[in-house]
């Protein structure tokens, strides 16, 4: 499936962004209407700092394991597979400076591996990653600009 982007423009510079991006346990700030009970191993920053979280769905038992496997100043990369391993998933940070010390963040979600209803239905999986991951976009935006 081809992946989906979504973007949100900051007023922080994006070494701030990074910093607070790279902080895997600053995810639940933004992702909370996703993702519950969440739980956090490994380093506290970048590269191998994990996480687990459940599905933000009535009746749901479906765990998200998440990982962060590259870090870098412009640009962070995350790991997750759920739906019992039938789904895996990249989620990039791309950071990029503006004018005025503000920074655009696009996230580019791809499915590595997709779950069969997934492969039955794109353009309805895309859609709502589209929306899901817009709002925690937003909700990310509205986090930094009060910091």
């Known amino acids: 499936m081809k992946p989906v982007t979504v973007s949100a423009t900051v007023p922080k510079s994006s070494q701030e962004v990074y910093e607070f991006l790279e902080v895997l346990a600053n995810h639940?700030?933004?992702?909370?209407?996703?993702?519950?009970?969440?739980?956090?191993s490994g380093p506290?920053?970048?590269?191998?700092?994990?996480?687990r979280a459940k599905a933000s769905a009535?009746?749901?038992?479906?765990?998200t394991e998440f990982e962060i496997i590259e870090a870098e100043p412009r640009r962070i990369?995350?790991?997750?597979?759920?739906?019992?391993g039938k789904r895996r998933t990249r989620s990039t940070y791309l950071l990029e400076d503006l004018p005025n010390g503000r920074t655009r963040i696009s996230l580019e979600f791809a499915w590595l591996e997709a779950s069969r209803l997934e492969r039955l239905g794109p353009p309805l999986a895309r859609a709502f990653v589209r929306r899901a991951y817009g709002t925690a976009m937003r909700r990310l935006a509205k986090r930094l600009a009060q910091r």
């Open 77 to 84: 990369v995350e790991e997750a597979v759920n739906a019992g």
């Open 28 to 40: 639940e700030l933004f992702m909370d209407r996703m993702f519950i009970d969440w739980r956090f």
């Open 58 to 63: 009535p009746a749901s038992q479906d765990w």
């Open 44 to 51: 506290g920053r970048g590269v191998g700092a994990q996480a």
